[in-house]
């Protein structure tokens, strides 16, 4: 393992583990680089300081000590310059000093250790009569190890003093974040990890003074929150369950199967209602979209996947009938709706919905078109009422039969009653005049309890009535018009009346040789026969009976 790594892993070891570590760790970094910094600055400002102190005391050297000196050469005082030289070496950095006079000769003091050193030459002028005489020069060597010292032992001190503060209060501050904060957040990680949603659990509670109400920390508020949480979340899912066992009751028992196609990753839900309906186990068959799509009846695919097509891409309502095999191989008719979820972008993402095997409400619908399809052609007007006294199916005979407004009124779903009240306040029924509710009473319970047909008169014609029960407990009413049928009746009785008064036997034959008609006097003529004189017998027969029991001299 290369420096780097072993870098690394330290850097991995210091800056992972709790919050408090975590924090301490920033803080010593923030700290270290802080002290650097300010280490750094504070040692520029020194570094700049003493250099000036420096150039300071090479002035003052100059302006103090470079007169006197040139005086001490002008007087060739050879022990004041010695004595000079060596009071100047007990200025701070300084190592050496040195006069050179203009003839040659040099006085010096110290020695020049410092290969890195300040070096000032300072012209030595002495006034002679109004006139400046330079002398020779003065030379002031400062070295600049001690500056260096001194620098290096401020920034060492300085390094130290900040380094043992920051290490202090770092580690003051990781047992206080400890103590107040961190135990606290290893408590909630624990309780939230192990949380339990029965809403007899304990609370969470932190190991603490407990504050005054009002006055919570944050952390007591978040534990606070955490105990309110658990108990919403505790009766949400208690609801939840509820519902979910309410909804797994009423699919159960519902008559629909049920069906959740996820669009983007093509999984498709067939309920085991849905599978039972087409007659399958819940495993026999797979649950995919292509279950329903291969089971569809030729006739009515494209219909149902233009209606999906529809649907997801225009939300047109999906609400289709359509043919689905049975495991038998016949087929039986479902009505199959459903509605998709669509995300932000118009994409749909999923789609629901039910199945419900409608084939005897289509066996029904067959029977009944084929029904009115018989009764439609009939001259006598037929109508079926349901359990209900609904108008259920009817023709247009029946429709005509009630005439003017009434007409109308002919609608799936009337009621027999409103239908016998607006005849009767609308007066198409002369004898209920005056007693209008009785009437209708006394016809609505002829209607529930129908007896033998009855004739009504109803303006100037005449109608025969008759009502029957059907096996689910509707009624049907056929209505004949017998107005022709009496007309004749009347006809024959006034032509029997006439034909009776004629003195001659008359009989009528039809066109097959049986007795129609005849009147009185024929039946006198033939008393020898009157037991086979009847309407239908055939003529040959009235012939061989007369025959047998009448002389010939007799006969007719």
């Known amino acids: 393992m ?41 040692t520029y400002r020194m570094y700049l300081d003493e250099f000036e102190q420096v150039e300071a005391r090479m002035e003052r050297v100059r302006i103090t000590h470079g007169p ?5 050469v002008w007087r060739f005082s050879e022990r004041q310059i010695e004595i000079e030289l060596k009071g100047l070496l007990n200025t701070p950095d300084f190592e050496y000093a040195e006069v050179r006079a203009q003839n040659g000769e040099v006085w010096s003091a110290g020695v020049k ?57 770092a580690g003051a501050l990781y047992l206080i974040f400890r103590q107040l904060i961190t135990r606290h957040l290893a408590t909630l990680a624990r309780y939230t990890s192990t949380i339990s949603f029965d809403t007899q659990a304990p609370p969470l509670v932190l190991d603490h003074y407990a504050s005054q109400i009002g006055s919570e920390n944050e952390l007591e508020q978040v534990a606070s929150a955490i105990n309110s949480m658990r108990t919403q979340l505790a009766e ?17 028992g519902s008559n629909d199967g049920l069906w959740d196609w996820n669009i983007q990753t093509g999984e498709d839900y067939l309920s085991p209602r849905w599978k039972q309906i087409l007659g399958y186990q819940d495993h026999e068959l797979e649950n995919l979209i292509e279950t329903f799509t291969g089971a569809l009846h030729p006739e009515d695919h494209d219909h149902a996947m ?17 043919r689905l095999r049975h495991k038998d191989g016949s087929y039986i008719w479902v009505h199959s709706k459903g509605q998709a979820i669509w995300d932000d972008d118009g994409k749909p993402m999923r789609m629901a919905g039910s199945i419900s095997d409608i084939t005897q409400r289509k066996q029904a619908e067959e029977t009944s078109r084929r029904l009115i399809a018989a009764i439609e052609p009939l001259n006598d007007s037929v109508a079926i009422y349901d359990s ?7 023709n247009e005979a029946y429709r005509k039969h009630h005439t003017g407004e009434i007409e109308t009124l002919i ?38 309890n129908p007896g033998k047909p009855y004739e009504i008169r109803r303006n100037d014609r005449w109608y025969i009535y008759r009502e029957s029960p059907t096996p689910e407990g509707g009624t049907t009413i056929v209505v004949t018009d017998t107005t022709e049928y009496k007309k004749a ?38 008393e020898a026969m009157k037991d086979i004189l009847k309407p239908g017998a055939t003529f040959e027969e009235m012939i061989r009976t007369m025959v047998k029991r009448v002389p010939v001299k007799d006969s007719i």
């Open 236 to 252: 949400s899912i208690l609801d939840l369950q509820k519902s979910e066992d309410r909804y797994a009751f009423a699919v159960s």
């Open 113 to 169: 250790n410092s290969s890195d050193a300040i070096v000032k030459e300072f012209p030595m002028i002495f006034p002679n009569d109004g006139q400046d005489q330079t002398l020779g020069t003065l030379i002031v060597v400062a070295g600049k190890k001690g500056i260096y010292d001194r620098i290096k032992f401020h920034a060492m001190e300085s390094l130290f003093y900040f380094g043992a503060w920051t290490f202090f209060l």
């Open 388 to 394: 209900d006294d609904r108008l259920l199916f009817w």
């Open 489 to 526: 009746v009347e006809v024959q009785e006034r032509l029997t009346q006439a034909v009776n008064v004629v003195p001659v036997g008359i009989a009528l034959f039809d066109s097959d040789d049986r007795l129609v008609f005849f009147n009185d006097r024929y039946a006198e003529l033939m």
């Open 2 to 42: 290369n420096f780097n790594s072993l870098k690394n892993f330290a850097l991995l070891r210091f800056f992972h583990g709790s919050i408090a570590r975590r924090l301490t760790a920033a803080l010593v970094v923030l700290g270290i680089t802080a002290t650097l910094i300010t280490t750094a600055v504070q």
């Open 306 to 322: 233009e209606a999906f097509k529809a649907h997801l891409e225009d939300r047109i309502p999906y609400d289709v009938e359509c």
């Open 68 to 72: 006197s000196l040139a005086a001490s």
């Open 411 to 448: 609608k799936p779903g009337l009621k027999f009653e409103d239908l016998v009240r607006a005849s009767v306040y609308s007066g198409r029924a002369p004898e209920a005049i005056g007693r209008e509710e009785a009437y209708i009473a006394e016809r609505m319970e002829r209607h529930r």
